[in-house]
Structures are given as structure tokens and as C-alpha cells.
């Protein structure tokens, strides 16, 4: 069994983690700076997208803030943030091999899937 202590550092990092990816990329796409190229290689007319996206991630870094307050009650949000990371990792990866988006977004994906890992650890060592 993960302890209390562990579960609540890891999902207080993985929303930490969330929050401020959906904050530096919303930032740099409201403010129109050269810094989105670090992440798309094409600038889009309309970031309408990303800020839903975005927006979504910061949803889920609440969530993970939640689970790290209570595991066992929140154990459905793990399962949610399982099936998000993964799916992140599953589009950026091969976008990035397409050069849709930059290494460092397909970093960033990467980091995803060790919380995906680390998530799913949780769930089996601690079972309802």
C-alpha cells in the first residue's frame, strides 16, 4: 500500500505539473509571444482550441489536488487522469513525429506518461 503521505506529494506534484503547463501555454498564446514556437511549429490563427485544451488540463490538475486529499474517495478521478495522460501521450507522440508540434511538447507528453505509470501504481497497491 502507498502511504497518505506519498499519495498526497505525488498527485499535489501531478497538479502543480498540470496547472502549470495550461498556464505557461495559455500565457504565451493570449499574449501572442514568439514562446508558443517551443511547443507547435505552426502558429495557428485561432488558439480557441488550445484554450480549451488547456483549460481542460488545468480541470484535471484540480482534480489530482482533490485525489491527494483523500485517495480512496477520489480513486474514479485516478482513473479519469489515467485515461487523459495516456491519451496525451497517444496524440502528441505521433504529431510530433509528423513535426506538428516540438520535442519539448513530446517531453512534456513523456512526463505525462510516467504520471500514467505512477497513477496506475496507486490504483493497484491501493485497492477499495
Known amino acids: 500500500m502507498r ?30 509571444l514568439e514562446g508558443i514556437a517551443w511547443f507547435l511549429n505552426e502558429v ?9 485544451s488547456m483549460g481542460a488540463v ?7 489536488y482533490w485525489v491527494g486529499r483523500d485517495v480512496q474517495r477520489n480513486r474514479a478521478i ?17 504529431a510530433w513525429q509528423t513535426g506538428e508540434v516540438t520535442a519539448l511538447t513530446a517531453a512534456a507528453a513523456t512526463v505525462d506518461l510516467v504520471f500514467t505509470i ?9 485497492p477499495a
Open 3 to 32: 502511504s497518505a503521505a506519498y499519495c498526497q506529494r505525488l498527485f499535489t506534484v501531478g497538479a502543480l505539473w498540470n496547472w502549470g503547463v495550461a498556464g505557461l501555454i495559455t500565457a504565451l498564446a493570449l499574449f501572442e
Open 44 to 52: 495557428p490563427k485561432s488558439f480557441l482550441w488550445l484554450y480549451f
Open 58 to 64: 488545468a480541470v484535471f490538475g484540480l482534480g489530482y
Open 78 to 94: 485516478i482513473k479519469m487522469g489515467v485515461v487523459g495522460k495516456t491519451m496525451v501521450f497517444a496524440l502528441i507522440l505521433p
Open 118 to 126: 505512477l497513477f496506475i501504481d496507486v490504483l493497484m497497491k491501493n
